[in-house]
């Protein structure tokens, strides 16, 4: 009866192989694709459609990045629970056969012992006090194998939800840059004079030369009284969804350092104003890409630079949260693209990256002096 106990012990160890928070994960993520395709169906009627869009790409990028977040952890978790009941098939064999051989109606004697009726009746003993936990185990056995057809069934129902989540939020996209390019309702601080910018931006070879000369390419400035932000610096929600990548003053992969932040996105993740701002310039510069600078109050100047595109004209004034354009790399994520299951944290589906610079008097501050980084990438 020596191996009966320890088949017994060596299964009392492995540990609980309960589904973990994986499918609830994935489900929650559901309901928030769910909540954002009807956020896109009752856009077009809604008072501000920019507004409306805006909320529902959002709604979409957080369901998708749970989704994915879920996805993964779901396929982890089955991996998991197939590997260690495969790894104790033999185990798991000699329980069944132990299991087997225990009817309700069958007495102790029925199991011989070559040491007479007293080996008999501790055999009979040993069995009657490992029966309940036999029987435990083997239900926990059962549980495991409903959990890994569970998950994987949640598996496929989940890739299609993230599959048509990645086709709507597309469509959203689509109809917030049709939004923006018909929205005639911001208001214009001042007018750009286009001669004046193409000299600066041939002129200017830093972006500090830009920074310093943006005053200069407005005509007919009616100033304005922009909202305090003392209280708000450190606690500025970040542009876009993404993972900081690179931090001010760290080298590229050329040597090459920045005073700015570099975030990982994924493809057409939407960029919004991280508070009230006036826009100084929107447009190319140096090597910078397309660029979007935002001054939220005299002196204080946001640069944010890798837009794929690019949405509104210096000299509008916009909100806190108002879009400002989306990230590249679309076309390799189309509809027809398989859905991506990749966890959050290494980055490797965040194919874009956006610079973000903070300018005091033209003096480069610490991007994460001013941003959150407590937000869910």
């Given at each position: 009866?020596?191996?009966?106990?320890?088949?017994?012990?060596?299964?009392?160890?492995?540990?609980?192989?309960?589904?973990?928070?994986?499918?609830?994960?994935?489900?929650?993520?559901?309901?928030?694709?769910?909540?954002?395709?009807?956020?896109?169906?009752?856009?077009?009627?809604?008072?501000?459609?920019?507004?409306?869009?805006?909320?529902?790409?959002?709604?979409?990028?957080?369901?998708?990045?749970?989704?994915?977040?879920?996805?993964?952890?779901?396929?982890?978790?089955?991996?998991?629970?197939?590997?260690?009941?495969?790894?104790?098939?033999?185990?798991?064999?000699?329980?069944?056969?132990?299991?087997?051989?225990?009817?309700?109606?069958?007495?102790?004697?029925?199991?011989?012992?070559?040491?007479?009726?007293?080996?008999?009746?501790?055999?009979?003993?040993?069995?009657?006090?490992?029966?309940?936990?036999?029987?435990?185990?083997?239900?926990?056995?059962?549980?495991?194998?409903?959990?890994?057809?569970?998950?994987?069934?949640?598996?496929?129902?989940?890739?299609v939800q993230l599959q048509t989540g990645l086709t709507e939020v597309q469509t959203a996209r689509s109809e917030l840059n049709q939004a923006m390019a018909e929205r005639t309702d911001l208001p214009q601080r001042f007018v750009e004079d286009p001669v004046r910018t193409a000299i600066l931006i041939a002129s200017a070879e830093t972006l500090d030369a830009f920074s310093s000369g943006l005053a200069n390419i407005a005509e007919d400035d009616a100033g304005w009284t922009p909202p305090e932000i003392d209280d708000l610096i450190g606690e500025f929600p970040m542009p876009a969804r993404g993972v900081i990548l690179r931090r001010a003053g760290e080298p590229d992969a050329a040597g090459i350092t920045r005073p700015g932040i570099l975030l990982a996105t994924r493809p057409g993740t939407l960029v919004t104003s991280p508070t009230a701002a006036t826009l100084r310039y929107v447009g190319p510069l140096l090597d910078f890409g397309t660029v979007t600078i935002l001054e939220p109050r005299p002196g204080t100047l946001i640069v944010l630079a890798g837009l794929d595109v690019s949405y509104g004209s210096s000299g509008q004034i916009i909100s806190a949260g108002t879009p400002l354009g989306l990230m590249g790399g679309l076309p390799a994520q189309d509809a027809a693209t398989p859905a991506s299951t990749g966890g959050e944290g290494g980055g490797a589906d965040r194919s874009e990256t956006l610079y973000i610079e903070v300018r005091e008097n033209n003096v480069p501050m610490d991007p994460l002096t001013w941003f959150s980084t407590e937000q869910d990438g």
């Open positions: 009866m020596k191996w009966v106990a320890a088949v017994f012990l060596g299964l009392w160890a492995l540990p609980a192989l309960a589904q973990d928070d994986a499918g609830a994960l994935a489900r929650a993520a559901g309901g928030q694709l769910e909540a954002a395709s009807v956020r896109l169906s009752e856009a077009d009627s809604a008072r501000d459609r920019v507004r409306a869009l805006t909320e529902t790409v959002h709604a979409y990028e957080a369901g998708l990045s749970a989704m994915r977040s879920g996805l993964r952890r779901a396929s982890i978790r089955e991996a998991q629970l197939r590997g260690q009941l495969q790894a104790r098939d033999a185990e798991i064999a000699q329980l069944v056969a132990v299991l087997q051989t225990l009817s309700p109606g069958q007495s102790p004697t029925a199991f011989l012992h070559p040491d007479g009726p007293n080996g008999t009746a501790r055999a009979g003993m040993l069995l009657a006090e490992l029966t309940p936990a036999l029987n435990q185990r083997a239900a926990q056995l059962r549980q495991d194998l409903d959990d890994v057809e569970s998950l994987r069934v949640l598996q496929e129902q989940a890739a």
